[in-house]
């Protein structure tokens, strides 16, 4: 999957939960697409300085046991990061890993991750990211992940500047009640009215 569908499914399913279950209320929607994203920040990077022969881009921060060990610290040391951690691991299932299982379980079938093309180089990189965009089951999910973005977009009227930047200082995806009270806290500093009258 591409960077902007993990971020633009993470934000569905995270939407979902919040409207439908009533879980994760407090959720930053900046947060979680960084968590949606950090795979993909951690292994681009060490696949074009560290691990140039891997012939991969999904490495260490692909593997299952990075997934657990993230998870299990987030537990312990951050309760409320439960939803960041659900994020970091639910690239695992975008990414459709299960079909990489050397990547999946490394170090325990090998000490090599899966194996597809040469990606040791930006422009080996460019070229792979050319050629799965033409995948028609990419374009597919790609394509669910705009509508999923759009349906946000309308639902919560970012498409009002207000609303946006709201969004962009909270890191929430606000109800309209909820709004008037973000403007007011965004034009005063961070305060609301009843703060300024004490």
């Avoid at 909270?170 to 009843?194: A, N, P």
Wanted: glycine share 6%; proline share 5%; aromatic share 12%.
């Amino acid at each position: 999957m591409l960077p902007p569908g993990h971020i633009e499914y993470t934000w569905g399913a995270l939407d979902l939960l919040q409207r439908k279950a009533g879980l994760f209320e407090d959720a930053d929607y900046r947060v979680a697409a960084l968590a949606a994203l950090l795979p993909d920040l951690i292994d681009k990077p060490l696949s074009l300085l560290i691990f140039t022969d891997s012939k991969t881009s999904q490495g260490l921060a692909h593997t299952l046991l990075i997934h657990l060990l993230v998870s299990l610290i987030v537990l312990v040391r951050w309760r409320k990061g439960f939803v960041y951690a659900l994020a970091f691991n639910g690239h695992l299932l975008a990414d459709r890993i299960w079909l990489y299982p050397r990547t999946l379980f490394f170090p325990f079938l090998g000490w090599q991750f899966e194996p597809w093309r040469f990606m040791g180089s930006p422009e080996a990189m460019l070229d792979a990211y050319a050629e799965i965009v033409a995948y028609p089951l990419i374009i597919t999910l790609e394509s669910i992940g705009l509508v999923i973005l759009a349906w946000l977009v309308v639902t919560y009227q970012l498409y009002r500047w207000k609303n946006l930047m709201a969004f962009l200082v909270s890191g929430r995806l606000l109800q309209t009640g909820e709004r008037s009270e973000e403007k007011i806290r965004i034009e005063h500093g961070g305060r609301t009215h009843e703060d300024h009258c004490r």
